[in-house]
């Protein structure tokens, strides 16, 4: 019997109709000699530090370094702290029994550094020794799948990208835990979440928003002239720019006295852009962001989707290549999108056309190639997904048409001693211009319409500005410019030998970045304002603390990265990693429990049960900061969401007056007063119904 697993039910579907494991059974698929189960994606985790018998938030404990990590099953939170996840129980059950019943394994989880995790920590923890074989694909196409399965790796050839996901997994452990405690227990109040990843990216959010806030714009100015030449007029401004207005009117007042504009000089050429390289998911993200204004979570949530509907191929890839024998199937998945409405005719304008190989490379495709569609045409998609198809389907057309060739022509005028520039250009080939026709292409400003100018000749001016302008200061970050300065961090390091070792390196992974945005909204360290990210004053608040920490060093975080990718490829020993993250471990604790935060916490009274702390709001409960009392009021009460101020007067007066709308198990509405009971529980008051006869 041969068991395979895969990341989700889905997939597994799919792949036990293509081998014949069509029978239903619970929590897996069976027929044909095969027994097909599946994960919810991680359903094992690294155990927190209680189950090392240390007890959390306490100074004394820091830091936590576990000799050897414990895992355990995907926690959920509970009204008294967390619990497994029954759901996630059911399952290992099921996979563990599938697993004993096998004599081999086919892993099916995503290909790739999660993927691989997800296996192995749910191997490791159900204690399994079968062996083990790898089913690696860039899609879920039945072809693909078909291949892959005559294809299988042995297992062990993938134990280099698993020490790395451990690795990595272990790292976020030891720097997450003990960085957030450790500021924590030194601002005595809340939880302040950090992370190997989640805080340089706060510090790159916060650091642009307090430049762009504190930037003074100072004035300048400059001209424009209006002219024309065989009957088509054009603009041109000046080269020069004033810091005085005066010295600007001077200079205009000459050019107007020279009542012409004199032909400097022309000159012109012809330029080719070459077409743009494919998607990865970090350039599919900052375009989506960018045109869609969707976040880089949605557009990876998208992207999973139409890979899981056959129609796009993996999408958590880092490269932005093909290899050889992909770029042998170009010919035909650009046919086929000759049968997709919106890019037919420019599909159907390739037949027959050698493509473009700017994008082949088998030296600079990882773990996948990047993102292209497969051979399945789509049928039904959301309105979303379909604006996500068409960005890959589109730039796979322009990766592997032809470049677009135009004839610029730049001139210089000149008068009253001062010059003025005027650019123009003529599209003599679209190329892969063309499959947007020009929309959305990020198209420069070369359209001005120049007439054919001569040196030497002489221009009317039929009018002339004196322009006032500012300067102004970088914008706020974007999801698309956050993802772009994660990616490039190492590219704007000053010391230029780490900048050299870190330039492919960033932060994040493509994987992970959306997911490290995320967690920044969650924590409520940013927010969105229109397509800006900005920070709040929480997130303000651990900026100020944490920017000249260790926490948040970006060149830091890129090595790690560089380390990880070390790993993987077998050139590094994942122990010395680890050595190197407790030592930093230390060090971050040692700085942060040093430190002192200031939030403001707005409304807040004294604990009624052990009268030395004082309540703590979040969003779900509220808590005593006292880290040895259990009091704990959680704020969604039968379907009614309590304010801060009505669990200020329950633990101040022990009872709230009447509160409207709560839900019964039955649907049913009904008001209530809280009051604590003498063990401090929470428990509902209810009025007296009024015309009660009197006993």
């Known amino acids: 019997m041969i068991a395979l697993i895969a990341e989700k039910p889905s997939v597994a579907k799919d792949i036990a109709r293509i081998i014949g494991a069509t029978r239903k059974n619970d929590g897996y698929l069976s027929g044909n000699g095969y027994m097909v189960t599946w994960a919810f994606g991680h359903l094992i985790q690294l155990a927190m530090p209680e189950a090392y018998g240390v007890a959390n938030f306490r100074r004394e404990s820091l830091p936590v370094i576990p000799e050897r990590f414990q895992l355990i099953p995907r926690q959920v939170k509970a009204e008294k702290g967390y ?14 029994d599938v697993f004993d019943r096998c004599d081999r394994i086919i892993v099916a989880t995503d290909a790739g550094r999660e993927g691989e995790a997800i296996f192995r920590y749910i191997y490791s923890y159900t204690g399994c020794t079968k062996p083990f074989v790898r089913l690696w694909i860039s899609s879920l196409t039945d072809k693909a799948i078909r291949e892959g399965l005559e294809n299988l790796k042995d297992g062990r050839e993938y134990d280099n990208l698993y020490r790395s996901a451990k690795a990595r997994s272990e790292a976020d452990w030891l720097i997450g835990i003990n960085a957030t405690q450790a500021l924590s227990v030194a601002a005595g109040q809340g939880v302040f979440s950090l992370g190997r990843v989640q805080t340089p990216t706060l510090v790159m959010i916060c650091s642009r928003f307090l430049e762009n806030r504190n930037f003074v714009p100072t004035k300048f100015w400059q001209l424009k002239a209006s002219t024309a030449s065989g009957g088509i007029s054009f603009t041109a401004q000046s080269t020069a720019k004033w810091e005085q207005q005066p010295e600007a009117i001077a200079a205009l007042q000459r050019v107007k006295d020279a009542g012409q504009l004199a032909v400097k000089s022309v000159e012109r050429k012809e330029t080719s852009q070459e077409p743009p390289l494919l998607y990865d998911l970090t350039t599919l993200q900052k375009e989506a962001n960018t045109k869609l204004d969707f976040s880089a979570d949605k557009t990876l949530s998208i992207a999973q989707s139409l890979y899981e509907k056959k129609v796009m191929s993996y999408p958590r890839t880092g490269s932005r290549y ?47 190639h990047a993102l292209i569609v497969t051979e399945n045409l789509p049928g039904e998609l959301s309105k979303d997904e379909r604006a996500v198809y068409e ?46 026709s020009g929309q959305e292409t990020g198209e420069d400003e070369e359209t001005v319409n120049l007439p054919p100018l001569q040196e030497g000749e002489n221009l009317p001016i039929s009018n ?107 050139s590094m020993d994942a122990d ?48 005593c900061s006292n880290v040895d009392c259990t009091f704990t009021v959680f704020r969604n009460k039968c379907d009614k969401q309590l304010t801060d101020k009505q669990i200020v007067e329950l633990a101040t007066k022990r009872k709230t007056g009447l509160i409207k709308g709560f839900k019964g198990k039955n649907g049913k509405a009904f008001d209530a007063s809280l009051v604590l009971d003498g063990e401090f529980n929470v428990a509902f008051s209810f009025p007296e119904k009024k015309g009660k006869p009197k006993k």
């Not at 086929?336 to 409405?341: A, D, E, F, K, R």
């Not at 008068?415 to 250009?425: E, R």
């Not at 004196?466 to 990616?487: G, I, V």
């Not at 604790?589 to 052990?610: D, I, N, R």
């Open 576 to 623: 010395t990693f680890r050595k190197g993250i407790e030592v930093y471990t230390r060090q971050i604790t040692a700085e942060l429990l040093s430190v002192q935060l200031s939030v403001a916490t707005g409304e807040t009274c004294p604990c009624p049960k052990c009268g030395s702390g004082r309540i703590l709001f979040y969003p779900k409960v509220a808590k």
């Open 83 to 96: 619990k497994a996840d029954p759901g996630v129980l059911k399952q290992l059950k099921v996979i563990k």
């Open 391 to 436: 960005l890959v389907a589109g730039r796979m057309l322009e990766a592997f048409s032809g470049r677009c060739v135009k004839d610029v022509t730049t001139a210089v005028l000149s008068a009253g001693d001062t010059d003025f520039t005027v650019k123009g250009a003529v599209m003599k080939e679209a190329g892969w211009r063309g499959v947007f």
């Open 322 to 368: 093909i290899s050889e024998d992909v770029f042998d199937e170009m010919p035909g998945r650009v046919a086929l999108l000759g049968q997709y409405p919106r890019f037919a005719g420019y599909a159907a304008g390739l037949n027959g056309v050698t493509l473009n190989r700017r994008s082949v490379n088998d030296g600079k495709v990882t773990d996948h």
């Open 464 to 570: 002339m500005e004196l322009l006032e302008k500012h300067t102004k200061p970088k914008p706020l970050h974007t999801e698309s410019s956050l993802l772009a300065a994660m990616e490039n961090a190492g590219k704007e390091l000053e010391d230029t030998g780490l900048n050299a070792s870190l330039k492919d390196a960033g932060i994040g992974t493509p994987a992970t970045r959306a997911a490290i945005i995320e967690t920044l909204f969650a924590r409520q360290y940013i927010v969105r304002e229109k397509k800006n990210l900005v920070p709040t004053d929480k997130g303000l608040a651990v900026y100020r603390i944490v920017k000249d920490k260790k926490i948040a060093d970006v060149e830091m975080t890129g090595m790690w990265e560089t380390a990880l990718a070390k790993i993987e490829a077998g």
